[in-house]
């Protein structure tokens, strides 16, 4: 029996083989998609690892909503939740 690393694992060494490898022996009209392809693995990545935990939590917030300021609250969370996955860093954004 073979030994298989996680989805997530590999997708992460296809970004850094991307980036670290294959980038820099691109000419330049390529090295775009080379940024491209990586970026999506990432996201591939974190939807694997975070996208079970943050649906299930979604649920549970938008079913205990009672009122408007909990639902609105809930949906907050679940925004929260894709932008952490989609583009983090902007999950923790506090602005209007």
Known sequence: MQ???PAAELLESLAELLEST??????SP?????????NLARIVRREIEL??????????LLS????????????????RADLAIAKPGYDSWEGE
């Open 51 to 60: 996208a079970p935990a943050a649906s299930r939590r979604e649920h549970e």
């Open 22 to 27: 294959l980038l820099p022996a691109l000419p």
């Open 3 to 5: 030994n298989q690393p």
């Open 64 to 79: 205990a909503a009672d009122d408007e300021r909990a639902l609105w609250q809930a949906l907050v969370e679940a925004v």
């Open 30 to 38: 390529l090295q775009h998609r080379a940024r491209v392809g990586a």
